[in-house]
């Protein structure tokens, strides 16, 4: 089963809302990072957020951790139609030596 | 930033005939790097770790004479799809970790689209 559960699986909003999705994990981790996916290419580390952190900040990126319910946000305010792509939750576990991905949300931003 | 490169970006080739994809650390060194294959619409699905100068570790269900795992430099892996089936077909995805990094943080190559006809 998916350590990393996603949602929405997709999303549609117009540039300039802000855009929210959602992973729910398993079991504990060590961190949970989040990646972006455009269409067809390689996957790109957005952030990283550690067990004992609850929110962490980049750009126009946020993102929360709440390890009592196993779950994590990532928001994307002010969202513009270059932030259209896959985002995959993953989280890193036990020995530390692998990342187990989520469903991913496919989000879209319209003009 | 550390950049890994994958090549082929695609394939296409006949059912019968095995297909190797490379991986390479471009400006830093990896221990340890993972396979990862995509199918369209879905997630990341881990197929095997490699491991610089060992016997790469396969996920469970990962057949791993199909699936050829080649780690020689601590720069370069590779994967070959021996035999290779339509069912094969897939978007596969290299993955690698700087040796300084204790967070799991990875870098990721473009992904090759392999097409089995």
């Known amino acids: 089963s998916q350590q990393g559960e996603e949602d929405p699986q997709a999303l549609s909003i117009q540039e300039g809302e802000n855009a929210t999705m959602n992973c729910s994990y398993k079991t504990s981790i060590n961190n949970l990072q989040w990646y972006r996916q455009n269409s067809g290419r390689g996957l790109v580390h957005l952030i990283l957020i550690r067990s004992n952190e609850r929110e962490k900040h980049s750009g126009r990126l946020r993102v929360t951790l709440d390890t009592s319910k196993k779950s994590s946000s ?22 530390g030596n692998k990342l187990t991905f989520g469903t991913g949300t496919q989000l879209k931003v319209e003009l | 930033g550390a ?89 596969y995805i290299c993955s690698a970790r700087t040796l300084a990094s204790n967070t799991g943080e990875l870098f990721f190559g473009e992904g090759s689209r392999l097409t089995v006809l």
Request: overall charge neutral; some cysteine.
């Open chain 1, 74 to 95: 990532l928001l994307i305010t002010a969202s513009r139609a270059a932030d259209t792509a896959s985002y995959f939750c993953a989280t890193l576990t036990g020995g």
């Open chain 2, 3 to 91: 950049v890994v490169s994958q090549h082929p970006s695609w394939v296409i080739c006949k059912s019968g005939t095995s297909v190797k994809i490379e991986c390479r650390s471009l400006d830093f060194q990896a221990t340890t790097m993972f396979w990862y294959r995509q199918f369209p619409k879905q997630s990341l699905m881990l197929m095997a770790t490699s491991n610089e100068g060992s016997k790469a570790t396969y996920e469970q269900g990962v057949e791993k004479d199909k699936f050829l795992i080649n780690h020689a430099s601590l720069t370069l892996s590779t994967l070959t799809v021996t035999s290779a089936h339509p069912e094969d077909s897939s978007f």
